[in-house]
């Protein structure tokens, strides 16, 4: 049984004010909030629900803000635990002793996700002083406690040159699994190229080369590099290393974007988005979950022919650039992927 997806933002606390985050991107942004108890109790029962009406396993992705600030942290834990429900966290480095680790992992936690945008100085500026080193320590509490460690990197034109070292760094200190996407706009400032944050599609294509050489380089090492962005397929399909398997179904959608087809964000105020990188309000956890998924605001995120320069390409149904990356730039979820290099 095939699982689904949900990217749960139980609480917008955080230790951290990065710059690239999508929280704290607007000047009017609301006062932070936490979903209450009774709340989180009754969208999971959502969850439950329309899993089992999919015939799909729940997979949750419990995040913030950081979400071990959730008042309520270690019973929602429990109580997800109770349910046998599998889940990664994603959050900061600062709660993370070895006892707090045990204790997740103990309560089922598979995977803690980390985030490493750059090296020392380009990292603190993104997030705050002392949380690059802090990361690295955390690597070694996470696999101490038996869980995996996960590193993610947001790449722009502000760090793209720095991605190689931060591989290093990522196999050199053990992290079990190292990807990297993409910044998304959060204004029409920072996508402006003259802003710093723009790449240019073939420099991006060029630091796929040279990511590739360093994936090849530690093949053999304990860290899995999980290719993400859905560039990637592009990228291998030019080198020969993907291939479009034959006798396929014309009309069915095999790989890319999960934006419509697996995957929900539950935002702390109860919101319901296709994504959690671009605006794309569907509803809220008060409504039945599977009613929304299978509605037409979600069926927007399906329309796949509408893609204004993927519906002409071959690899239409394997890759699509990413779509949130593309909705930062211009407010159209359909427009081209502004790193694509391909010409159509």
């Keep these: 049984m095939?699982?689904?997806?949900?990217?749960?933002?139980i609480t917008d606390e955080c230790d951290q004010r990065c710059?690239?985050?999508?929280?704290?991107?607007?000047?009017?942004?609301?006062?932070?909030?936490?979903?209450?108890?009774?709340?989180?109790?009754?969208?999971?029962?959502?969850?439950?629900?329309?899993?089992?009406?999919?015939?799909?396993?729940?997979?949750?992705?419990?995040?913030?803000?950081d979400p071990i600030l959730h008042s309520r942290f270690w019973d929602f834990l429990e109580l997800v635990h109770s349910k046998s429900i599998p889940f990664t966290l994603m959050g900061n480095p600062f709660h993370l002793t070895d006892k707090v680790?045990?204790?997740?992992?103990?309560?089922?936690?598979?995977?803690?996700?980390?985030?490493?945008?750059?090296m020392r100085e380009t990292h603190?500026?993104?997030?705050?002083?002392?949380?690059?080193?802090?990361?690295?320590?955390?690597?070694?509490t996470i696999r101490?406690?038996?869980?995996?460690?996960?590193?993610?990197?947001?790449?722009?034109?502000?760090?793209?040159?720095?991605?190689?070292?931060?591989?290093?760094?990522?196999?050199?200190?053990?992290?079990?699994?190292?990807a990297f996407g993409r910044y998304?706009?959060?204004?029409?400032d920072k996508a402006s190229p003259d802003k710093g944050w723009h790449i240019e599609p073939q420099a991006y294509r060029d630091l796929l080369e040279e990511c590739w050489a360093k994936f090849e380089q530690y093949k053999d090492s304990d860290t899995t590099f999980n290719l993400k962005d859905h560039l990637w397929t592009l990228f291998l399909y030019e080198k020969g290393l993907?291939?479009?398997?034959?006798?396929?179904?014309?009309?069915?959608?095999?790989?890319?974007?999960?934006?419509?087809?697996?995957?929900?964000?539950?935002?702390?105020?109860?919101?319901?988005?296709?994504?959690?990188?671009?605006?794309s309000y569907v509803g809220t956890v008060d409504e039945e979950l599977y009613d929304v998924f299978h509605g037409p605001k979600m069926d927007a995120y399906r329309q796949h022919?509408?893609?204004?320069?993927?519906?002409?390409?071959?690899?239409?149904?394997?890759?699509?650039?990413?779509?949130?990356?593309?909705?930062?730039?211009?407010k159209n979820f359909y427009a081209p992927d502004p790193q694509c290099w391909k010409t159509i």
Aim: with cysteine; hydrophobic share 35%; aromatic share 12%.
């Design 124 to 140: 603190d500026f993104f997030r705050k002083p002392g949380s690059f080193d802090r990361t690295l320590e955390a690597i070694a």
């Design 305 to 330: 022919e509408c893609f204004e320069k993927c519906r002409q390409c071959e690899l239409l149904r394997f890759c699509r650039g990413c779509p949130a990356v593309a909705y930062g730039y211009t």
């Design 242 to 279: 993907f291939k479009i398997p034959k006798g396929l179904d014309e009309d069915t959608i095999y790989d890319g974007c999960n934006c419509g087809n697996c995957h929900f964000t539950i935002s702390a105020e109860g919101r319901l988005m296709a994504c959690r990188r671009f605006e």
């Design 101 to 118: 680790c045990q204790r997740m992992k103990e309560l089922g936690c598979r995977k803690y996700q980390l985030s490493i945008d750059g």
């Design 144 to 178: 101490k406690a038996g869980m995996h460690c996960a590193i993610m990197t947001t790449v722009s034109g502000t760090n793209i040159h720095e991605i190689p070292d931060i591989i290093d760094l990522v196999v050199e200190h053990h992290a079990d699994i190292f």
């Design 19 to 65: 710059k690239h985050c999508y929280i704290f991107s607007s000047p009017n942004r609301p006062k932070m909030v936490e979903m209450p108890w009774e709340r989180l109790v009754a969208v999971l029962a959502n969850v439950e629900r329309m899993c089992e009406r999919m015939h799909r396993l729940p997979y949750l992705y419990i995040t913030g803000g």
């Design 184 to 188: 998304c706009p959060t204004s029409a």
């Design 2 to 9: 095939e699982y689904f997806a949900f990217q749960w933002h």
